[in-house]
């Protein structure tokens, strides 16, 4: 998957590629309360 990003993020316009950057980690930030509640 990392060979696919770099093309990704050129072929694309800074809003997609802004989405595409910020919404997997905040998903997986979601995902870690979700499943790790005690540490937060």
């Given at each position: ?11 694309s ?14 998903a ?10 005690d540490?937060?």
């Open positions: 998957m990392a060979y696919v990003d770099p093309d990704t993020y050129q072929g316009p800074m809003p997609v590629v802004t989405y595409l950057s910020t919404a997997s980690k905040v997986g930030f979601v995902l870690a309360i979700d499943f790790f509640p540490f937060f």
